[in-house]
């Protein structure tokens, strides 16, 4: 998802974009991968000063909720980054820098044949571990 079609569907929400939330999901449009509510804090702060936690996690789980964001947790914490909304897949996490890569392999079917007459509403799959930059380092 881009930042216009982001700001799109939180107007159609029924929710305002202000400037900070515009700045929020720039900086997840920009970011490659999954980024924390510290990262988003450390960047924030030169431009709004004394903006606190309550108020992005606040947006955060908005925007997680309307479906901007997608979330994981990674060593305890949670981590965000824009959704992807082009074609089903799913995705490769670095544990270190949170860099994600795609996958297209989906393990979907065969768990579906083995569910028998289960009604399956949703799945999340993701492969957690370090990326070729994180292991040379």
Same mark, same amino acid.
């Given at each position: 998802?881009? %930042?216009?079609?982001?700001? &799109?569907?939180?107007?159609?929400?029924?929710?305002?974009? /202000?400037?900070? #939330?515009?700045?929020? $999901?720039?900086?997840?449009?920009?970011?490659?991968?999954?980024?924390?509510?510290?990262? %988003?804090?450390?960047?924030? &702060?030169?431009?709004?000063?004394?903006?606190?936690?309550? /108020?992005?996690? #606040?947006?955060?789980? $908005?925007?997680?909720?309307?479906?901007?964001?997608?979330?994981?947790?990674?060593?305890?914490?949670?981590?965000?980054?824009?959704?992807?909304?082009?074609?089903?897949?799913?995705?490769?996490?670095?544990?270190?820098?949170?860099?994600?890569?795609?996958?297209?392999?989906?393990?979907?079917?065969?768990?579906?044949?083995?569910?028998?007459?289960?009604?399956?509403?949703?799945?999340?799959?993701?492969?957690?571990?370090?990326?070729?930059?994180?292991?040379?380092?």
């Amino acid at each position: 998802m881009k %930042l216009e079609e982001s700001l &799109e569907k939180l107007k159609s929400q029924g929710y305002k974009t /202000t400037v900070k #939330r515009k700045d929020i $999901l720039a900086y997840f449009d920009e970011a490659d991968g999954y980024r924390t509510a510290k990262d %988003l804090l450390q960047h924030m &702060e030169p431009t709004y000063k004394g903006i606190s936690f309550d /108020t992005l996690y #606040r947006n955060l789980h $908005l925007f997680d909720e309307v479906g901007i964001l997608e979330t994981t947790e990674l060593n305890g914490e949670k981590h965000f980054r824009i959704s992807c909304t082009h074609h089903h897949h799913h995705h490769f996490i670095c544990k270190d820098c949170g860099k994600t890569k795609e996958i297209d392999v989906c393990p979907m079917n065969e768990v579906q044949n083995s569910l028998g007459n289960y009604a399956i509403e949703g799945h999340k799959f993701e492969i957690y571990g370090l990326c070729p930059v994180c292991q040379d380092a």
